[in-house]
């Protein structure tokens, strides 16, 4: 049986700190929470939901995706490369992490902009009310996430690395549950 208070078990293994923890849990929640709300408002019309998600771009997002998993990869690799000492490396993987954070929002705000484009907003469908909503929230924790890599970049210690790659990797981990469910699921 293990004992939460000793060091090499429970909540003080966990890599990094355990309130950057306790924000990742409570943001895997709130995201979370969305989903479900999302997916009982489409049972309420299936076919509604169909036709709106027709307007979205599945190739922009899979582009997005694959920049997103790429990051956080990058990410974990800044990790590894700063428990082998080598700050400089360091810097240039939490770096390329950071502009493909920054060439996901650009993308998504291009995304963004073909739908106002054409008149799609908030109040065009429920479905574009949580398109926003998630995907917006999401946004916002990419530039939060870029932050971070730009504080840890900035003090590479191995706890600031830990911390903040987890906050990043929580990132890509809600946008693989995001593109799946509102982008490609019928």
């Given at each position: 049986?293990?004992?939460?208070?000793?060091?090499?078990?429970?909540?003080?293994?966990?890599?990094?700190?355990?309130?950057?923890?306790?924000?990742?849990?409570?943001?895997l929640?709130?995201?979370?929470?969305?989903?479900?709300?999302f997916?009982?408002?489409?049972?309420?019309?299936?076919?509604?939901f169909?036709?709106a998600?027709?307007?979205?771009?599945?190739?922009?997002?899979?582009?997005?995706?694959?920049?997103?998993?790429?990051?956080?990869?990058l990410?974990?690799?800044?990790q590894?490369?700063?428990?082998?000492?080598?700050?400089?490396?360091?810097?240039?993987?939490?770096?390329?992490?950071?502009?493909?954070?920054?060439l996901?929002l650009?993308?998504?705000?291009?995304?963004?902009?073909?739908?106002?484009?054409?008149g799609?907003?908030?109040e065009?469908?429920?479905?574009?009310?949580f398109?926003?909503l998630?995907?917006?929230?999401?946004a916002?924790?990419v530039?939060?996430?870029?932050?971070?890599?730009?504080?840890?970049g900035?003090?590479?210690?191995?706890?600031n690395?830990?911390v903040?790659t987890?906050?990043?990797?929580?990132?890509?981990?809600?946008?693989?549950?995001?593109?799946p469910?509102?982008?490609?699921?019928?």
């Amino acid at each position: 049986m293990s004992d939460d208070t000793d060091p090499e078990t429970g909540f003080y293994a966990l890599p990094g700190d355990l309130m950057m923890w306790i924000l990742i849990i409570s943001e895997l929640i709130v995201f979370g929470a969305g989903l479900m709300a999302f997916m009982a408002v489409r049972l309420t019309d299936p076919q509604g939901f169909t036709a709106a998600q027709g307007h979205l771009d599945a190739t922009a997002a899979g582009i997005n995706t694959i920049v997103l998993v790429t990051s956080g990869w990058l990410a974990a690799l800044a990790q590894r490369a700063g428990a082998a000492g080598q700050v400089a490396r360091v810097r240039l993987l939490l770096a390329s992490a950071a502009a493909l954070g920054a060439l996901f929002l650009w993308i998504k705000m291009q995304e963004y902009a073909a739908k106002s484009a054409i008149g799609i907003d908030f109040e065009t469908h429920p479905f574009f009310t949580f398109y926003y909503l998630l995907t917006g929230f999401h946004a916002l924790h990419v530039v939060a996430g870029i932050v971070i890599l730009a504080l840890v970049g900035w003090k590479a210690t191995p706890r600031n690395l830990e911390v903040g790659t987890a906050f990043w990797h929580m990132v890509d981990l809600v946008w693989v549950l995001l593109f799946p469910i509102i982008y490609l699921l019928r």
